[in-house]
């Protein structure tokens, strides 16, 4: 997987997450049993390259609502973030296989895009008029399309890859959803000592795609994130829709993206480890524990950027030792020394580890 994503500003991947979030059409199926290893072994091993599909991202995640007037035209990263974390959207997602990609997300009166061609990318927001232009390294253009961040499929093999001795398999009842028979596969935590319940990815019984992943907070009934397919279609789509020109007065910015770029995040909880992934320049992060219950630590200055925003202060309450940004699933506080430490865990354990 490419990770040139990273490039992109704060709050254009949380648009890519919306982008290719869709909410599904549940229903029942009747597929020849299987175990929950042989749907882990389709998952894995699915070799699906090129396809189209209409989305819809639903999320309780039990943030506070912004302040009026955040998060809109010209707002700055972290509200825009928030925005699209903090109820539905809509959206569509194009790939063609040899690096060629486009996510787009539709709010009411609004459009965000993301075009991969090639080692073009670009980052476009109809709400204030402004691209940003992205020159991908020399290897980009060799390498697997990038499935945009989050995507059912990004999102599950994030879950996929964090499977081992603290989750539990399990299949569940047969599932339809965007008119494909699948299997529903669930992780389960062994351990109380998360925030999260269930994951459960609805796997295409004819092509092992996740076409659904639903995460359950524990003790909730409802949802906290969900993120599936409404309509896919295999085969890739027409090649002008990864075309993209900026409209007439946009502003342009344009950045070039280093050979080596940073690798993705270091953590994902249910894996524990670095996954392999180059550490960004700076402080670097350490996780602590293992599993569903591992803390990621940012040393003092490591999200100066964040942590400065006056935004964050409105979304956080004082606990013990800093201030706490509570969601269903994942918590993160920030310490009095300026410490960030983040995970799929309650307050208690990450105030455990501060003081440890």
Do not use: C
């Not at 008029?129 to 990038?146: E, G, V």
Request: charged share 20%; aromatic share 6%.
């Amino acid at each position: 997987m490419s990770r040139w994503y990273r490039w992109l500003p704060a709050a254009a991947v949380p648009a890519v997450v919306a982008a290719a979030a869709l909410t599904s059409q549940a229903g029942a199926a009747d597929l020849p049993d299987k175990s929950p290893e042989d749907v882990l072994a389709m998952l894995a091993d699915h070799s699906v390259e090129a396809f189209s599909g209409s989305s819809t991202q639903t999320s309780d995640l039990g943030l506070p609502a912004l302040p009026s007037g955040a998060g809109g035209q010209g707002g700055d990263d972290l509200a825009q973030a928030v925005d699209l974390l903090t109820g539905d959207h809509t959206g569509r997602a194009y790939v063609g296989g040899e690096n060629t990609a486009r996510v787009q997300v539709m709010d009411s009166f609004s459009e965000r895009d993301l075009v991969v061609n090639g080692r073009d990318a670009w980052v476009y927001d109809s709400r204030d008029n402004s691209a940003l232009h992205l020159t991908l390294p020399k290897d980009a253009a060799r390498a697997d399309a990038p499935a945009p961040a989050q995507t059912p499929e990004e999102l599950a093999q994030k879950f996929v890859d964090a499977v081992g001795p603290t989750t539990k398999l399990s299949v569940a009842q047969d599932v339809t959803v965007a008119g494909r028979d699948a299997y529903e596969l669930v992780l389960t935590p062994r351990t109380d000592q998360t925030l999260v319940g269930s994951v459960a990815i609805a796997v295409d019984g004819d092509t092992g795609f996740p076409l659904r992943v639903t995460v359950d907070a524990r003790g909730r009934t409802d949802p906290a994130f969900e993120v599936a397919y409404t309509s896919f279609t295999l085969g890739r789509p027409d090649p002008a829709r990864f075309e993209f020109a900026p409209p007439a007065g946009a502003s342009v910015e344009q950045k070039t993206v280093p050979d080596q770029p940073a690798g993705g995040a270091p953590w994902m909880p249910g894996s524990g480890s670095a996954g392999g992934s180059t550490a960004p320049a700076g402080p670097a992060p350490t996780v602590v524990g293992k599993g569903w219950d591992a803390v990621v630590v940012l040393p003092p200055g490591a999200a100066a950027d964040v942590t400065a925003d006056p935004l964050l202060a409105q979304m956080t309450q004082a606990v013990d030792g800093g201030r706490l940004l509570s969601t269903a699933l994942v918590n993160a506080l920030i310490t009095d020394d300026g410490r960030v430490l983040v995970g799929a865990v309650p307050v208690e354990r990450l105030q455990s580890v501060a003081g440890s």
